[in-house]
């Protein structure tokens, strides 16, 4: 079935620094791709999203390109802030020809961002 | 718009007992999902509704989750008898659309269960 790899955590940086989180998948068909944010003591949220290979979805100085032929979608930012602080998720939707398109999300395991003074 | 609405957001139990979760999902979203958050993993879905019919619920451990969603808007999921690998946060979420790409879930805040 479709799955999600993300890389290790936690990812520690300095204020202003670049951030990449990488995440690669794995699907039949052509998913959906999504990164979701969880700041301490809050649900999951939306970051952003893209639904076609060389879609580019942003928000919030985020940004993360639709990379078919590496099966890719890695978020990044190029100056992050204290309040980037959270975990973060990679997921797909759609994309199995054996199941079809339920429009489940299908998460990776999640990175955790601690961004320093 | 009102977001999704979880209860309780804390629940302590012992092993073997019961415990059920609610959920009101956002108006007019036809489709209701509940995830399985376990400490450092990413969500895993337990079940999925469509107004009030299942559409999946393959990962769901029938012998001791059960789920259901009357009349087709808030859910319950329960759990019994509760197992200490149960200690987890349960996440509701709900979308407008089931088969689109585009297809957006919101999620509550979750249900904080630890299992004694």
């Known amino acids: 079935g479709n799955s999600v790899t993300q890389m290790e955590g936690p990812v520690t940086l300095s204020e202003e620094a670049f951030l990449t989180i990488n995440c690669t998948y794995t699907?039949?068909?052509?998913?959906?791709l999504f990164w979701y944010v969880q700041y301490p003591g809050e649900g999951l949220q939306l970051l952003l999203k893209?639904?076609?290979?060389?879609d580019k979805g942003s928000n919030k100085g985020f940004e993360a390109t639709y990379r078919k032929e590496t099966t890719s979608f890695h978020l990044e930012k190029g100056s992050v802030q204290v309040s980037d602080s959270a975990v973060y998720f990679c997921?797909?939707?759609?994309?199995?020809?054996?199941?079809?398109?339920?429009?489940?999300?299908?998460f990776g395991q999640g990175t955790t961002l601690q961004v320093k003074p | 718009e009102a977001g999704v609405a979880q209860s309780p957001r804390y629940k302590i139990i012992e092993k073997r007992q019961s415990v059920a979760f609610w959920c009101n999902p956002i108006?007019?979203?036809?489709?209701l999902y509940w995830y399985q958050q376990i400490l450092g993993q990413g969500p895993k879905l337990l079940i999925q509704?469509?107004?009030?019919?299942?559409?999946?619920d393959s990962q769901l451990p029938k012998d001791r989750f059960s789920a259901e969603r009357l009349k087709g808007v808030d859910s319950t999921l329960k759990i019994q008898p509760a197992k200490l690998e149960d200690s987890a946060v349960y996440l509701c979420?709900?979308?407008?659309?089931?088969?689109?790409?585009?297809?957006?879930?919101?999620f509550g805040a979750g249900s904080r269960l630890t299992v004694l």
């Open positions: 509704f469509q107004n009030n019919g299942v559409v999946d």
């Open positions: 893209a639904t076609k290979a060389d």
């Open positions: 108006s007019g979203h036809a489709t």
């Open positions: 979420a709900s979308s407008f659309l089931r088969g689109s790409g585009a297809n957006v879930l919101t």
């Open positions: 997921a797909l939707s759609g994309g199995d020809r054996s199941s079809g398109n339920t429009g489940k999300l299908i």
């Open positions: 699907a039949t068909g052509y998913p959906s």
